[in-house]
């Protein structure tokens, strides 16, 4: 028997409406200021780094010279005499891995709850949102820390705990879109022609939330940087990375002789969690229909 299939224009966007969500993507002032500030944020932590491949725990001139000194590093050195900027440069891609695995691991572990809980409804609902609700009430920095300290502080524990804490909001934006979409014409359609629950969830269900879960991605993703920050400030980053916000936690004692050990990295967190949360909303945007009047 020939298998049918939902109308295409209930299972993806037409080529027009992918356009108009570029293009309203590209008409966003902020979404494009942006994704113009992450390019450069990219730049700076991976192009740069591979230009200048001296050893960021090298010594490189007296301790605590400013900025911008004639006899030193163009940002001036931390408290062992190490060039801060090459460091900055360096601590990006550790801070960017890190919250895109969290991330990833956060959007994985909450569409598949949600999903499931959305889809099956009834016990299978009831059960998945209280073990969402227990871990959604779990103070989030505390049981990360209890993590780190108990496992190691090393970059997979990191992105461990903050993957375990952080799934919950994904996982109910999910649910919530499963519930909305499951009674639609289109799966009612594919439900006819004898479609499984998984190819219904898979093939189609999920496409359509794709959008919301690419959006959560991006915000979630400036959420884990400042929960990463926040762990290596506290003392449980990885030493062999020194990410943005271990190198600040290392020289925040130094602040009032040396501000620029903590104001150059700090500075990086902000403007990568302000680009993400820029393209984020951008996003939400482009591809929500009722905004697209704004």
């Given amino acids: 028997m020939a298998t049918a299939h939902p109308p295409s224009s209930a299972l993806e966007a037409t080529s027009a409406e992918r356009y108009q969500g570029l293009r309203m993507f590209m008409a966003n002032k902020a979404a494009l200021f942006g994704a113009v500030l992450m390019a450069i944020i990219l730049f700076v932590s991976y192009i740069l780094p591979a230009i200048f491949t001296d050893d960021k725990f090298a010594y490189a001139g007296k301790r605590h010279l400013a900025p911008f000194s004639e006899n ?3 940002f001036g050195t931390d408290y062992l005499g190490r060039g801060v900027g090459l460091i900055v440069m360096h601590g990006g891609s550790t801070t960017l891995e890190v919250a895109g695995f969290a991330a990833l691991l956060i959007v994985t572990v909450g569409a598949v709850v949600g999903a499931l809980a959305g889809f099956y409804g009834g016990i299978v609902d009831r059960a998945l949102m209280k073990v969402t609700e227990f871990f959604q009430v779990l103070p989030g920095l505390l049981f990360a820390l209890v993590v780190v300290a108990l496992f190691g502080a090393s970059t997979i524990t990191i ?28 799966v009612k359609a594919a439900r006819s022609i004898g479609a499984s629950n998984a190819r219904i969830i898979l093939r189609t269900i999920l496409p359509n939330t794709l959008p919301v879960l690419i959006v959560q991605a991006t915000l979630t993703m400036g959420a884990a940087i400042l929960f990463e920050a926040g762990l290596a400030f506290l003392g449980l980053g990885d030493p062999e990375s020194l990410s943005w916000g271990y190198y600040v936690g290392l020289n925040r004692q130094y602040f009032l002789v040396n501000w620029w050990g903590v104001t150059f990295p700090g500075f990086m967190v902000f403007i990568t969690v302000l680009s993400l949360s820029l393209i984020g909303d951008g996003i939400q945007d482009a591809i929500n229909p009722k905004l697209r009047g704004r």
């Fill in 72 to 74: 030193g590093p163009f």
């Fill in 159 to 186: 992105v461990l705990a903050i993957g375990i804490i952080s799934w919950p909001p994904v996982a109910r934006q999910t649910r919530s879109e499963f519930l909305r979409q499951k009674n639609l014409e289109y």
